[in-house]
C-alpha cells in the first residue's frame, strides 16, 4: 500500500478525536476487530450497522468473520466493498491499511451526510420554511 501524506493522517486524527467513542491509543489496533467501524457507521447512520452484531475480539478467526459480515451487510450498501485481501489486512492491523480505509469511509459518511442535508434543504423549501 502506498504511504498516506503526514498532513491526511493528520486531518483523520483530528477528525476521529472528534468521536465520543474511540480512545485513539493505538488507531490500526482499535480498529481491527470491526467493532469500532460498525460503531463509527452507526454514530452517522444508525439505521445502517447495528454496533452489536460485530463484538470486540481478539482472535484474528473471529476479526475477519467481523470484517466479512461488516462488508457484506454494511459496507456494500456505502460502495465500500473490500477485498478479503483487505479484509485480512485491516484484521492483522498492518501499516497504513487502517489509515487508508478510514479516509475512505470519512469521505463516504461525508458525501451522503452532504446529500442529506441538501435534501433537508430542498424539503424545506418545499414547504415554505415549514418543519
Keep these: 500500500m502506498n504511504e498516506i501524506s503526514v498532513d491526511l493522517k ?5 477528525w476521529l478525536k472528534s468521536l465520543p467513542f474511540l480512545k ?16 463509527l457507521v452507526n454514530f452517522f447512520m444508525p439505521k445502517l450497522a447495528l454496533e452489536n452484531a460485530y463484538p470486540p475480539c ?10 466479512t459480515r461488516l462488508n457484506a451487510k454494511v459496507l456494500s450498501h456505502l460502495g465500500l466493498n473490500i477485498s478479503k485481501e483487505n479484509i485480512e489486512d ?9 489509515e487508508k480505509f478510514l479516509l475512505k469511509l ?3 459518511l461525508y458525501a451522503i451526510n ?3 442535508i441538501k435534501e433537508a434543504i430542498n424539503q424545506m423549501q418545499k414547504t415554505g420554511g415549514q418543519f
Design 10 to 14: 493528520q486531518h483523520l486524527y483530528i
Design 24 to 39: 485513539h491509543r493505538n488507531l490500526r489496533r482499535e480498529f481491527s476487530d470491526a467493532n469500532l467501524v460498525a460503531k
Design 58 to 67: 481478539m482472535s484474528m478467526t473471529k476479526k475477519i468473520d467481523n470484517w
Design 90 to 98: 485491516l484484521a492483522s492491523s498492518k501499516v497504513n491499511v487502517t
Design 106 to 108: 470519512a469521505t463516504v
Design 114 to 116: 452532504q446529500v442529506q
